[in-house]
């Protein structure tokens, strides 16, 4: 079936159950400049390795980390954590959005064959003189409802490198349809869609949108699952779900995947939160009552992750 990079080495992809596709063990916002929230993951790791156990006794087998760096990447930390919980764990590379770009990177400075240069060097070396590799791009985002010149840059070097590795690339894409925006780029520059997720979807309730990005051959993904941190969030579910329903009817459930961004203290299970286990044990029983099968289960939460972060024969 092919190999996952995960970050303790490659393992075959069919070793992969039930996997979150887009979620956080550290992440912290707050730092840069005129933000002013706190908002953060701490990422202690005695709570962290509890709480990735929680995941694992609901069945969960794999979580991928899509923090990036200047937010809270740190690869020895990651494989600390997978070796602790006995999950598997699989690192995201490349750069976030605009207001979160490192000064360092230089993005502006920089051709996109450069930028795609150093992604391709993590993948192939390991991050930052350790041997820890990642095995999926992203994610990868933007500020606003398009995309500036920088995130434009960063995207092409996404999708170059992308082709060069056989790694896939996911995306930050909230509120607004900037998910077709972003998957123009990857078009253009040659990239499948099949290997792209545009991510937050359910941050943007549009059966159009998303119909747009399923016709062109894209994944999509809704992993705002269990937030409540807004009104929105707390009561817009059951349209999510009807959304998704009718997706599922359509036919659409081979490009579906499911997650729960898990990106700040309060979601911690120690504090009262979901943790990993909303998607599990809330929102799959959910689903079934409403008469999901399981074979329809398994493809979003089982087959549709397996197959994304399974490694595809890299293109020039």
């Known amino acids: 079936m092919g190999d996952v990079q995960t970050v303790r080495g490659r393992i075959s992809a069919e070793s992969l159950g039930i996997t979150l596709p887009h979620e956080h063990t550290r992440c912290v916002l707050w730092q840069i400049p005129n933000r002013w929230d706190y908002w953060q993951l701490t990422g202690d790791e005695e709570l962290m390795t509890a709480e990735l156990a929680r995941f694992g006794a609901v069945g969960g087998t794999c979580l991928v980390d899509v923090t990036l760096d200047a937010i809270g990447r740190d690869p020895e930390r990651l494989r600390r954590l997978a ?64 995309l500036t010149g920088e995130e434009e840059r960063v995207h092409r070097a996404a999708a170059r490198a992308a082709r060069r590795t056989g790694m896939a690339v996911t995306t930050h894409a909230v509120m607004s349809a900037v998910g077709l925006a972003q998957l123009q780029v990857f078009e253009e520059e040659g990239l499948d869609p099949a290997r792209v997720v545009i991510g937050h979807a359910d941050s943007y309730p549009d059966a159009a949108y998303y119909g747009a990005i399923l ?30 329903l009718a997706l599922l009817e359509a036919g659409h459930a081979g490009r579906i995947l499911l997650s729960q961004d898990v990106c700040h203290d309060s979601q911690m299970a120690a504090y009262e939160g979901h943790g990993y286990t909303y998607l599990a044990s809330t929102f799959l029983p959910r689903l079934r009552e409403l008469g999901v099968d399981e074979a329809t289960i398994e493809t979003m939460t089982i087959a549709n992750p397996r197959r994304i972060l399974t490694l595809a024969p890299p293109r020039a």
């Open 83 to 146: 070796q602790a919980s006995g999950l598997h764990l699989v690192m995201g590379c490349g750069w976030y959005r605009q207001a979160y770009y490192p000064a360092e990177a230089r993005i502006g400075q920089r051709t996109v064959d450069d930028l795609a240069d150093e992604l391709v060097a993590e993948f192939r070396n390991g991050v930052r003189g350790t041997d820890v590799r990642p095995g999926i791009i992203g994610e990868i985002g933007t500020d606003k409802p398009w």
């Open 215 to 244: 016709e062109r051959g894209a994944n999509l993904e809704f992993d705002f699952l269990g937030m409540t941190f807004t009104p929105v969030e707390r009561h817009g579910e059951p349209r999510l779900v009807r959304l998704l």
